[in-house]
């Protein structure tokens, strides 16, 4: 077992983010994976890679056609570090490409579960052995990130984010995903792979909205999880390949594409949900993981 730094959830710290407690950390999984994709995000990408392994083990990179040298450098690390594998895409095939390769690959070599995680460093390495021992509890469930946004977060972001939210919730029939838009997401594969391989959509930036509706419209429960998010500046090794026209186009095809299913499926999904279908037992209430905001013991 290696001692792991854990923040506590919940609340956003100016002075650090993601402040440390310790949880221990099992040794190599067998059954749940870390995945990150990456698309030229540049030296930010070796950082959260080398975060990652100090937490978790073992970690997946797809290198979605990168062309910054990162996709080398990545497998120069691997060749030294024998829980990483890094899967190259010759060229760009899009964020939920990416996830769907690397998910298609880890059900080949025997894995249950995967946390996409995304490589910019805005996620907290420290949440992830709390994301895996949620899963481990819930098999069954979908553990997703619920943002909390520190001050620098921008505007425009944020209240774009609550927009979609809501479209996300209504086309869901409300079955309880806390944030549409969040990358940091623990996945059962066969239920993630089974929704991405029934359509041909979802493979770029849209990939978070898409597989959530179409979790939800599968049944899958969700446990929430608030975790802390960082808006890293250029100065700071932050990249963004975010096009805010092209981007919110994709989504509002995707809901005008989606609205009609979501009609037909309203009264079942409510009455799942008001049966407590969209929950866990055991532990998790309302859908918030309740686990996420203890301290863990000394």
């Excluded at 995945?35 to 083990?57: C, F, H, M, Q, S």
């Excluded at 190259?88 to 996409?116: C, D, M």
């Excluded at 770029?204 to 509706?213: H, K, M, N, S």
Aim: include cysteine.
């Amino acid at each position: 077992m290696r001692a792991l730094a854990w923040p506590g959830a919940g609340t956003f710290r100016k002075e650090n983010p993601f402040p440390p407690l310790f949880l221990p950390v099992p040794d190599p999984s067998s059954t749940h994976l870390l995945l990150i994709p990456t698309y030229n995000t540049g030296p930010k990408v070796l950082e959260t890679v080398r975060d990652a392994l100090a937490a978790w083990a073992p970690v997946w990179v797809v290198t979605d056609g990168s062309d910054d040298g990162t996709t080398e450098q990545l497998e120069a690390l691997a060749a030294t570090e024998s829980q990483l594998r890094v899967i190259r895409h010759e060229r760009n095939l899009g964020k939920g490409a990416a996830v769907l390769s690397g998910a298609r690959l880890a059900r080949e070599a025997g894995f249950t579960h995967l946390l996409s995680f995304d490589a910019d460093g805005q996620h907290p390495t420290g949440q992830i052995a709390l994301y895996m021992e949620l899963s481990v509890r819930h098999p069954e469930a979908l553990v997703f990130g619920k943002p909390v946004f520190p001050p620098n977060a921008p505007t425009e972001r944020v209240m774009g984010r609550k927009v979609a939210n809501f479209l996300v919730n209504l086309q869901s029939g409300w079955w309880g995903i806390g944030d549409s838009l969040f990358g940091m997401r623990l996945f059962p594969l066969t239920d993630l792979i089974g929704v991405m391989e029934s359509t041909w959509f979802g493979r770029r930036y849209d990939f978070e909205c898409e597989a959530g509706i179409l979790l939800c419209w599968r049944g899958v429960p969700i446990i929430n999880v608030p975790t802390p998010v960082r808006y890293l500046s250029k100065a700071e090794g932050g990249v963004s390949h975010y096009h805010y026209l092209r981007d919110n186009v994709r989504l509002v095809t995707l809901f005008l594409r989606h609205f009609p299913g979501a009609v037909l499926r309203w009264p079942l999904l409510l009455v799942r949900h008001l049966a407590g279908r969209s929950r866990v037992a055991g532990g998790v209430a309302g859908g918030e993981a309740v686990l996420a905001n203890q301290v863990p013991p000394a």
